[in-house]
């Protein structure tokens, strides 16, 4: 069903002084987040503001989601500050990154993204149930393997720097005609 919403072109992004940001340029903001219990809110409203600020809207609740279980377990899970790398992409696609100081990548995130016709990253859509079903975690990264449409995550090693840690990401794409699934995740 085509709805009237759905038929109007996307605005272009433009900037208030007063030019036009070319459509289609890739971007991206990067978002340093000390371990404090407001950095998962602080990452939210800046990833909302941003899509909003491209036009993306319609992706703004799923990635925000999505984030907000990265950076919580970045914060929750680490002794250290973390980053969020918010980039677009390509074909109205937007990746977000989390870094953190903890070089264990979690199953299924530890292994590679598939390559060929499939769409997911690390593995197939959905996934195994959180171990402890009453618990009240366990189910973020289930949820990003569920509504991503692409995902996976490596250790980044031992930096010159000291960085080192381990990135996980996620990518989104927006609805598209034609495409089978409308762009939604299935489920």
Same mark, same amino acid.
């Given at each position: 069903?085509?709805?009237?919403?759905?038929?109007?072109?996307?605005?272009?992004?433009?900037?208030?002084?007063?030019?036009?940001?070319e459509s289609?340029?890739?971007?991206?903001?990067?978002?340093?987040?000390?371990?404090?219990?407001?950095?998962?809110?602080v990452?939210?409203?800046?990833?909302?503001a941003?899509l909003?600020?491209?036009?993306?809207?319609?992706?703004?609740?799923?990635?925000?989601?999505?984030?907000?279980e990265?950076?919580t377990?970045a914060?929750?899970?680490?002794?250290?500050?973390?980053?969020?790398?918010?980039?677009?992409?390509?074909?109205?696609?937007?990746r977000?990154?989390?870094?953190?100081?903890?070089?264990?990548?979690?199953?299924?995130?530890?292994?590679?993204?598939?390559?060929?016709?499939?769409?997911?990253? #690390? &593995?197939?859509?959905? *996934?195994? @149930? $959180?171990?402890?079903? !009453? %618990?009240?975690g366990?189910?973020?990264? /289930?949820?990003? +393997?569920?509504?991503?449409?692409r995902? #996976? &995550?490596?250790?980044? *090693?031992? @930096? $010159?720097?000291?960085? !080192? %840690?381990?990135?996980?990401?996620?990518? /989104?794409?927006? +609805?598209?005609?034609g495409?089978?699934? #409308? &762009?939604?995740?299935? *489920?």
């Open positions: 069903m085509t709805t009237a919403s759905s038929q109007r072109s996307r605005p272009e992004p433009s900037d208030r002084a007063g030019y036009e940001v289609g340029v890739p971007w991206a903001y990067t978002l340093h987040l000390p371990r404090d219990p407001r950095a998962v809110g990452a939210r409203r800046t990833l909302r941003v909003g600020g491209y036009g993306l809207r319609e992706l703004a609740d799923t990635a925000e989601l999505l984030a907000s990265l950076v377990n914060q929750r899970h680490t002794g250290g500050a973390s980053l969020m790398r918010l980039s677009g992409m390509e074909g109205e696609r937007v977000v990154g989390v870094w953190d100081t903890d070089p264990v990548v979690p199953p299924p995130f530890d292994r590679p993204p598939r390559r060929g016709g499939e769409r997911r990253g #690390g &593995g197939q859509r959905g *996934g195994s @149930a $959180p171990s402890d079903p !009453g %618990g009240e366990g189910r973020g990264l /289930l949820l990003v +393997r569920t509504w991503a449409d995902w #996976g &995550g490596y250790a980044l *090693g031992e @930096a $010159p720097f000291g960085a !080192g %840690g381990k990135l996980l990401w996620f990518e /989104l794409a927006a +609805r598209q005609e495409r089978p699934d #409308g &762009g939604l995740p299935a *489920g």
